[in-house]
């Protein structure tokens, strides 16, 4: 998949998930730990055939140690989606509240941040590695 439509899709996604309860995104936060968890082995495999490729193509060696994965950096990501999990939503929480001269009342209240995508150079030799969850 492109890179555009990754993103569109992604896009796409926030306006629906900016819709769900707390409880509802509390549950796909676990439901994604749990996947990573009962997929690791082909993540790892996949991440592999990407250091592998990537090597070939002469990444240095600083940058292959961060694309590296290993079962204890999988359970790590795991372990923080569960623990994103269990934090209040601040979704909707008023942050700060003021009165107009005219008597209007204005809340400054928290939304959904919508979508944020870091490209690195890694992120462009491991293909493989991007597993999409439903």
Request: positive net charge; proline residues 3%; aromatic residues 2%.
């Amino acid at each position: 998949m492109s890179l555009l439509k990754t993103c569109q899709k992604a896009k796409a996604a926030s306006v629906q998930l900016a819709k769900l309860t707390a409880e509802t995104k509390d549950k796909a936060l676990c439901r994604m730990a749990n996947a990573l968890e009962a997929n690791a082995d082909r993540i790892l495999q996949a991440n592999q055939k990407d250091l592998e490729a990537a090597k070939a193509k002469g990444m240095k060696a600083a940058l292959l140690e961060r694309l590296a994965l290993d079962k204890r950096k999988v359970e790590t990501m795991a372990r923080g989606l569960r623990e994103v999990s269990g934090l209040p939503d601040p979704i909707g929480e008023i942050i700060k509240t003021w009165t107009l001269p005219n008597g209007l009342i204005v809340n400054q209240l928290r939304v959904p941040l919508g979508v944020v995508g870091i490209i690195t150079k890694a992120d462009q030799m491991s293909r493989r590695t991007r597993l999409e969850f439903a």
